[in-house]
């Protein structure tokens, strides 16, 4: 059984502070990853992915990958109060399979 | 310029009745999902299709039937309703069915059952 387990939060940060989110995953074949942020009541849309450890920068986000200790953690500077959200990690497993198991997210707050 | 529609986005129904949920891309992907996430917000997926054909039936009850009439739609038919179907059931898309390809999410259809 493959989990992918998030902490629910809420984690709360002041505006402007880092937010780190963290996920840890069961599968150690597991090839690719990703964060995906779902505003109440909206679908989920993907912010990053990572395929090899160590660490991937897109603007204010960066993920960060470390396959020995099978963790995904995503790191959000400058926390905006539009960043507040609930961030869902993903892991495709081996064997190239395709469907991601999802976590059940992190609620984040950012107050102004 | 929706890239993923679902219909209807609510659903009110009564138990034991059939009803249906309709999906579209228009982003020429492959390969299409259902998902169910239910109120404490547990992603799970339900099915996958590729070019039309069932890729992945996960443990759902039978009263659940996708149907793909061609590769950019993938319906969900639900048969003799229950109230634990009660959930948000989100359509999503990928351009393959691959372990590196990311996946487009719909709107989500809010499904109650009273």
């Known amino acids: 059984q493959k989990e992918v387990e998030q902490n629910s939060g809420p984690l709360s940060v002041p505006e402007g502070a880092i937010a780190s989110l963290n996920c840890t995953y069961s599968d150690r074949g597991s090839q690719s990853f990703f964060w995906y942020r779902q505003y109440s009541g909206k679908s989920p849309e993907l912010i990053m992915f990572?395929?090899?450890?160590g660490d991937k920068e897109d603007g204010r986000f960066t993920a960060q990958l470390n396959k020995a200790s099978q963790y995904v953690s995503l790191l959000i500077r400058d926390s905006q109060p539009s960043d507040s959200a609930t961030y869902l990690c993903a892991v495709k497993g081996s064997g190239g399979s395709y469907i991601p198991t999802f976590g059940r997210g992190t609620s984040l707050i950012v107050h102004p | 310029d929706t890239a993923v529609s679902q219909t209807p986005k609510y659903l009110v129904t009564q138990m034991g009745n059939d009803k249906s949920i309709k999906c579209e891309q228009n982003l020429g992907h492959d390969t299409m999902y259902w998902y169910k996430q239910d109120s404490k917000k547990f992603l799970k997926i339900m099915f996958s299709?590729?070019?039309?054909?069932?890729?992945i039936n996960e443990t759902v009850p039978n009263r659940f039937s996708p149907k793909s009439p061609d590769k950019a739609h993938l319906n969900l038919h639900i048969n003799s309703l229950e109230l634990g179907d009660s959930a948000v059931y989100f359509c999503?898309?990928?351009?393959?069915?691959?372990?590196?390809?990311?996946?487009?999410f719909g709107p989500g259809t809010r499904l109650t059952v009273l």
């Open positions: 999503a898309s990928s351009p393959w069915a691959g372990s590196t390809d990311t996946q487009y």
């Open positions: 990572i395929y090899s450890n």
């Open positions: 299709y590729n070019n039309k054909e069932l890729i």
